[in-house]
């Protein structure tokens, strides 16, 4: 988990790299639970998904969510969360002034650490592994790896 969610609750949350893994079904069955939706990366052309600390599993074809806040906040008017998440990246993202602020509203940053909690700790439990969707990129890494270690 990266840059969590602080400026309040959503009707949605982010998916970087969305569609990729069947671990985006699962995240979209426990949004369902919470009364909200899983949306893609709003700003796909700044190539977060192969930015981001996450990209290092993807390239040794290992399964992981790299999600973010939502953009569509509760109470808030519509172009909320692109103003807040354009003031972060200005004023905070990799800066020394990327600190607790007095405004925080920690409530969304709750509900997404509650949402993949649902995600993650069934997975430790059982025994299906998450996998890559047909037309991922990283699939034939996984199947290899997979292959290689089979007895």
Do not use: C
Request: aromatic letters at 10%; glycine letters at 10%.
């Amino acid at each position: 988990m990266d840059v969590i969610n602080l400026w309040g609750r959503t009707r949605d949350v982010t998916s970087v790299g969305l569609g990729q893994t069947t671990l985006d079904d699962l995240l979209a069955d426990a949004a369902r639970g919470q009364g909200r939706v899983v949306r893609p990366d709003p700003e796909p052309e700044k190539g977060m998904f192969y930015r981001s600390d996450h990209f290092e599993f993807a390239k040794q074809g290992v399964p992981a969510l790299n999600t973010k806040a939502g953009m569509d906040y509760l109470g808030r008017p519509d172009d909320y969360g692109r103003r807040k998440r354009e003031e972060y990246t200005q004023n905070d993202y990799h800066k020394v002034s990327d600190e607790v602020k007095p405004d925080w509203d920690l409530a969304g940053a709750v509900e997404d650490l509650q949402l993949l909690w649902q995600v993650g700790y069934p997975r430790r439990l059982g025994d299906a592994m998450p996998k890559w969707k047909p037309g991922s990129e990283f699939r034939a890494r996984r199947q290899a790896m997979l292959k290689a270690n089979q007895p």
